[in-house]
């Protein structure tokens, strides 16, 4: 390929950050990942010895490189606004991680301001874009369901233990809809297109009681904020209605659902945090069958030895794909910040309509057209590497 790569630095190297830099590094043709940055330099030492990347950098160092032109914020949600809005004042696209901000009125600061500048602003999670989810959105765009009139979602996790190991957890973020529940909202956006209408209801998460030695042996009392416990009724553009359900107060044996019902047929989606997640079509008297898949980028490691992140799958796909629309000069990216700002105001009127127990009415609207299908990660019954990439060009 004749195309310039992409000079690309990721900021943040927690743990999320090992399947982002090794993908980044090693499976897409257009990045080129040239340094990592965090606020501890140990960390980020660490990753760039592990992965072979060529530079150490801060902060004030990626914002004033000309030759970075792709920052992905890796960083908590707490301080995303602060880092994204200094790197698109620097001239950067950005592609951060879920969520955008916790914040709607930073959120859409942001928007605007890479709007002004005329730069990419691409929002995690994208899993949207994993083999499974456009499996499913093509199968509705196909007609195979007929018109789609309702959709449930589910899951269920112990974010208090997690909370535990994870401290990140106990800050703005940290409650279930927001920390694991924005892939199911994602997923859903994603196949469905935009919501007009939400009412909700929930339970914060309970206070950790001193007495209650955690696995970490802390003793100091904290409650992740928000509301961990969360039910809502959807009203969708399309016309379709769905409820969203998350428990962040129970057990961590999590059941995940995602069934979309239609006209002609049922789908059930399988768990959207994963890339190769396993769709399901119901259509009549013909049972229930497995659907293959349609797209690539199941999430499976092909590109080295076997590691203990492998489970993350192909996270950096949404990055890849701004890096390609910034090359091809693509104007409309998938993953785009309208996305992430919907997701985001789904969440937040969720919680809105949980405070003043009122419907809640969505601004914001987006568009994502689905990857061109038939790109596959691997032909020739495996034994020969795909094309999966090319979905990302156009």
């Known amino acids: 390929m004749n195309v310039k790569k992409v000079k690309t630095a990721v900021i943040g190297c927690g743990m999320i950050s090992n399947i982002y830099i090794r993908n980044l590094k090693n499976m897409f043709y257009i990045i080129d990942l040239v340094a990592v940055c965090d606020v501890f330099p140990a960390a ?20 004033q490189d000309p030759e970075i032109e792709l920052v992905i914020n890796l960083t908590g949600p707490g301080v995303h606004y602060q880092i994204i809005k200094q790197m698109l004042e620097a001239g950067k696209h950005v592609f951060t991680e879920k969520i955008f901000t916790t914040d709607l009125e930073q959120s859409k600061e942001l928007v605007r301001l890479a709007d002004e500048k005329g730069l990419y602003l691409g929002v995690a999670p994208d899993t949207v874009l994993g083999a499974g989810v456009q499996t499913a959105k093509k199968i509705i765009e196909s007609g195979l369901i007929g018109q789609v009139t309702s ?21 703005a973020g940290g409650q279930l809809p927001y920390d694991l529940g924005i892939y199911y909202v994602a997923t859903l956006l994603a196949i469905l297109g935009p919501v007009q209408e939400i009412t909700a ?11 209650l030695l955690t696995i970490n ?25 769905g409820t969203l359900h998350f428990d962040g107060n129970t057990i961590s044996a999590e059941q995940h659902a995602i069934t979309i019902f239609g006209t002609e047929g049922i789908i059930k989606v399988g768990d959207p945090n994963f890339f190769g997640s396993e769709v399901t079509l119901i259509r009549g008297e013909t049972g229930e069958c497995k659907v293959p898949f349609t797209h690539g980028f199941d999430g499976k490691n092909r590109i080295s030895d076997p590691q203990w992140f492998d489970a993350y799958g192909h996270r950096g796909i949404g990055a890849a794909e701004l890096a390609w629309a910034l090359r091809t000069r693509r104007k409309q ?17 969720m919680d809105q309509s949980v405070a003043e127990g009122k419907i809640y009415k969505t601004e914001s609207r987006f568009v994502m ?5 038939g790109h596959y990660d691997t032909v020739s019954n495996g034994f020969m590497n795909g094309s999966a990439e090319k979905s990302l060009v156009r």
């Open 151 to 171: 959709v449930q979602a589910t899951i269920n996790r112990n974010q208090l233990m997690n909370s535990e190991t994870f401290r990140v957890l106990r800050g």
């Open 44 to 63: 980020a030492e660490e990753k760039a010895k592990t992965f072979g990347v060529e530079k150490i950098m801060t902060i004030e160092e990626i914002a």
């Open 333 to 349: 990216i998938r993953c785009s910040k309208e996305f992430g700002l919907h997701c985001q105001e789904v969440l937040l009127g």
């Open 201 to 211: 209801f929930g339970n914060p998460a309970p206070l950790h009681e001193p007495e």
């Open 369 to 373: 057209k689905g990857l061109e299908s």
């Open 217 to 241: 042996g802390e003793l100091d009392p904290w409650q992740i904020p928000g509301n961990n416990v969360m039910t809502a009724a959807l009203r969708f553009e399309n016309g379709a209605i």
